[in-house]
């Protein structure tokens, strides 16, 4: 019904940038919070950044100042952007929406297949 597609991932070297973008499709009424979660290796997923549908945003502490959440409402795609970047941040990055579905208002999470970022000189 409704999926979501990671693109932007690769390697990149330590102090190096990297924008990942989320694209949602399908079935889709509208989207309520999107955000962006990551997993390194032998390691808990874990959230790194929320948007909502108005814009607010959060961040784990370890990427505040580095890392920028966005979102066109138009385009039902959140983007990533990665400064500042370090090897501990080396991880797949999955994107997740929560999308009420235009055919039943059901509300669905609906989780991205996940992008690589490998940070490594």
């Known amino acids: 019904q409704v999926q979501l597609v990671e693109s932007g991932g690769g390697l990149v070297q330590p102090g190096g940038s990297l924008r990942l973008s989320c694209a949602a499709s399908?079935?889709?009424?509208?989207?309520?919070?999107m955000g962006w979660y990551r997993q390194a290796p032998g390691k808990e997923r874990e959230l790194v950044a929320t948007i909502s549908s108005g814009g607010s945003t959060t961040y784990a502490d370890s990427v505040k100042g580095r890392f920028t959440i966005s979102r066109d409402n138009a385009k039902n795609t959140v983007y990533l952007q990665m400064n500042s970047l370090k090897a501990e941040d080396t991880a797949v990055y999955y994107c997740n929406a929560a999308v009420r579905v235009r055919t039943t208002f059901s509300n669905l999470e609906v989780w991205g297949q996940g992008t690589l970022v490998t940070i490594s000189s």
């Open positions: 399908g079935s889709i009424f509208s989207i309520n919070g």
